[in-house]
């Protein structure tokens, strides 16, 4: 069974800019996460989505956006890109949202790195 | 606000010894979570904790979750190198989604030969 896919693995952006990263769930996991890990803060949560819905999401502004299609892949979006943007962003799924038993699958990441 | 704090931060160890990592948190939860993460790679499930007095053991990791005093402990047994890594705990508040963790600082473990 295929593991979260995230793409790109890697990211270099100007400040400014904008960068859209995709994460597919592992087949039939219908809930989608992200989180942010960075040297100084570690891994905070970003948002979940859940049959397209947005369910919950952390403390970030409102440049980070995300979405969830039909098929469960989501896709998240930083806008106007900040130095302190630079960070490993992680897509975790599972299998439902709420209240659960089954651990987070985590992807591999996409490290982005703003200039 | 969930605050989740392990120590210690760093550990190194040698190889054969045994050594505890603790795992405290601020808010009522019933659901913990170990993580493991090898350098540039993602985050691999190891224990899901889910009610007071839970142990589970994995070869030579074994965690355990006391709700009670807020507290989980994640005890490496005769080290080998291969165990070498960034542990985490991750916690789930009480009544809160699954998928929405709060993650301890991380414990990097070096395992000397």
């Known amino acids: 069974k295929a593991g979260v896919t995230q793409t790109p693995r890697y990211l270099i952006k100007t400040r400014g800019q904008q960068v859209t990263l995709s994460c597919s769930p592992i087949?039939?996991?219908?809930?989608v996460s992200w989180y942010q890990q960075t040297p100084g803060q570690g891994l905070q949560f970003l948002f979940e989505?859940?049959?397209?819905?947005?369910?919950n999401k952390g403390n970030f502004p409102g440049r980070f956006s995300g979405r969830q299609f039909s098929n469960s892949r989501s896709e998240m979006n930083v806008s106007t890109l900040e130095l302190g943007d630079s960070a490993l962003y992680l897509c975790?799924?599972?299998?439902?949202?709420?209240?659960?038993?089954?651990?987070?699958?985590f992807g591999n990441g996409t490290r982005l790195t703003v200039t | 606000e969930l605050k989740v704090e392990q120590n210690p931060l760093f550990l190194s160890m040698q190889e054969g010894k045994n050594y505890t990592i603790y795992c405290n948190y601020s808010?009522?939860?019933?659901?913990l979570y170990w993580y493991r993460q090898d350098p540039g790679k993602s985050l691999e499930s190891l224990f899901v904790?889910?009610?007071?007095?839970a142990v589970k053991q994995e070869g030579r990791l074994m965690a355990s979750l006391d709700t009670k005093a807020r507290l989980s402990t994640l005890h490496i047994t005769a080290a080998v190198h291969d165990l070498s890594a960034t542990y985490f705990c991750?916690?789930?508040?009480?009544?809160?989604?699954?998928?929405?963790?709060?993650f301890g600082t991380g414990t990097r473990l070096q395992v000397t030969l």
């Open positions: 975790a799924s599972s299998l439902v949202t709420g209240v659960g038993n089954s651990p987070l699958h």
């Open positions: 087949s039939g996991h219908r809930s």
């Open positions: 989505y859940f049959s397209e819905t947005q369910r």
């Open positions: 808010t009522t939860s019933d659901r």
């Open positions: 904790l889910l009610s007071n007095g």
């Open positions: 991750a916690v789930v508040r009480a009544g809160g989604t699954a998928s929405k963790l709060t």
